[in-house]
C-alpha cells in the first residue's frame, strides 16, 4: 500500500459509523490503524464485520482485536439478564438513556486506543459518536470529546511535548442520513457492515439500532445493502 505519512488509529466496531469514520480517515490520507474491542456483548458478530472491513481497506495486519472480556458489564448489550429493546418507535428511542448505554465503554476504548496511537506514534484517533442519534448515551456528546482532548493534551507526552494527538468525531454533529450519504459518497463498504443489537444474521429490523439505520437510509433516499428479517418499504418516511 502506498506510504503516507500521517497515522490515525480508528476505533473501529464493524457498525456503520465506525465505518464511515474509516472511510474518512482514509479518504484525508491517514495511515490507518483500525482497533476493536470484544467486551463481552451480544452482537460480537459485528467483530466479523470489522474484520472485513479492515480487509478491505488492506490493513487486515494492522487491525488489532483487543479482549476485555466480561469486565464491562451494567447494559443489556452485555448482561444476560437484562432484554434488549426491540420494536420502539423513533420518538421513545429518542427518551432517556436507554438499557443499551454500556457504563464507560467509550471512556475505555479511548483510553486503549490513545495508549496504542502513543506508541505507534499516530497524530489522530477516530472514533465513530453521535450526538444525533437519538441514544441519550452521555459519552456520545461533544463535551466529553472535548474532555478526553483535554485528558491526551495534558496526560501524554506526546501531548505535553506539543505534537500533541487529535480526537477527530467528525460524524458527532451529524443525523444518521448525512453519515449515510457521506459514507456513501467515499465508497464506505457498508455492505460488510452490521449495527443489529440482537447479533442477529439477517439484522432483526426491530432493535433500536435497526430500527436508527434503516430511518437514517430511507431519509438519505437510499437502500440499505444488508439484509432484513423483516421486510422494509424503503420508499416509506416512517419506519415499519
Not at 41 to 52: G, I, N, P, Y
Not at 76 to 98: A, F, H, K, M, W
Not at 205 to 214: F, Y
Given at each position: 500500500m502506498e506510504h503516507r505519512a500521517l497515522r490515525a488509529v480508528v476505533?473501529?466496531?464493524g457498525g456503520l459509523d465506525s465505518t464511515t469514520c474509516m472511510?474518512?480517515?482514509?479518504?484525508?490520507?491517514?495511515?490507518?490503524?483500525p482497533i476493536t474491542f470484544s467486551y463481552g456483548q451480544k452482537?460480537?458478530?459485528?467483530?466479523?464485520s470489522?474484520?472485513?472491513v479492515a480487509a478491505h481497506y488492506r490493513v487486515g495486519d494492522r487491525h488489532r482485536v483487543v479482549d476485555l472480556g466480561n469486565f464491562i458489564r451494567g447494559s443489556s448489550l452485555t448482561d444476560p439478564d437484562q432484554s434488549i429493546p426491540v420494536g420502539r418507535s423513533l420518538e421513545e428511542i429518542g427518551t432517556g438513556v436507554p438499557s443499551t448505554y454500556v457504563p464507560g465503554r467509550n471512556t475505555v476504548f479511548l483510553s486503549l486506543a490513545l495508549s496504542f496511537a502513543e506508541r505507534i506514534d499516530a497524530q489522530a484517533i477516530?472514533?465513530?459518536v453521535n450526538a444525533l442519534d437519538y441514544s441519550g448515551y452521555p459519552d456520545c456528546r461533544p463535551e466529553f470529546l472535548q474532555a478526553f482532548q483535554r485528558v491526551i493534551d495534558t496526560g501524554t507526552?506526546?501531548?505535553t511535548e506539543g505534537a500533541g494527538i487529535r480526537l477527530k468525531a467528525p460524524l458527532v454533529h451529524l443525523t444518521k442520513a448525512e453519515i449515510i450519504r457521506r459514507g456513501s459518497q467515499l465508497g464506505a463498504p457498508y455492505a460488510l457492515t452490521h449495527s443489529c443489537y440482537?447479533?442477529?444474521v439477517p439484522a432483526c429490523g426491530?432493535?433500536?439500532s435497526c430500527r436508527i439505520r434503516i430511518q437514517g437510509f430511507r431519509e438519505a433516499g437510499l437502500v440499505d445493502p444488508i439484509p432484513y428479517a423483516v421486510p422494509i418499504a424503503w420508499q416509506s418516511d416512517r419506519p415499519n
Amino acid at each position: 500500500m502506498e506510504h503516507r505519512a500521517l497515522r490515525a488509529v480508528v476505533i473501529l466496531s464493524g457498525g456503520l459509523d465506525s465505518t464511515t469514520c474509516m472511510a474518512i480517515a482514509d479518504h484525508e490520507g491517514y495511515e490507518l490503524y483500525p482497533i476493536t474491542f470484544s467486551y463481552g456483548q451480544k452482537h460480537a458478530v459485528e467483530l466479523e464485520s470489522a474484520k472485513q472491513v479492515a480487509a478491505h481497506y488492506r490493513v487486515g495486519d494492522r487491525h488489532r482485536v483487543v479482549d476485555l472480556g466480561n469486565f464491562i458489564r451494567g447494559s443489556s448489550l452485555t448482561d444476560p439478564d437484562q432484554s434488549i429493546p426491540v420494536g420502539r418507535s423513533l420518538e421513545e428511542i429518542g427518551t432517556g438513556v436507554p438499557s443499551t448505554y454500556v457504563p464507560g465503554r467509550n471512556t475505555v476504548f479511548l483510553s486503549l486506543a490513545l495508549s496504542f496511537a502513543e506508541r505507534i506514534d499516530a497524530q489522530a484517533i477516530f472514533i465513530g459518536v453521535n450526538a444525533l442519534d437519538y441514544s441519550g448515551y452521555p459519552d456520545c456528546r461533544p463535551e466529553f470529546l472535548q474532555a478526553f482532548q483535554r485528558v491526551i493534551d495534558t496526560g501524554t507526552v506526546a501531548g505535553t511535548e506539543g505534537a500533541g494527538i487529535r480526537l477527530k468525531a467528525p460524524l458527532v454533529h451529524l443525523t444518521k442520513a448525512e453519515i449515510i450519504r457521506r459514507g456513501s459518497q467515499l465508497g464506505a463498504p457498508y455492505a460488510l457492515t452490521h449495527s443489529c443489537y440482537q447479533g442477529t444474521v439477517p439484522a432483526c429490523g426491530v432493535c433500536d439500532s435497526c430500527r436508527i439505520r434503516i430511518q437514517g437510509f430511507r431519509e438519505a433516499g437510499l437502500v440499505d445493502p444488508i439484509p432484513y428479517a423483516v421486510p422494509i418499504a424503503w420508499q416509506s418516511d416512517r419506519p415499519n
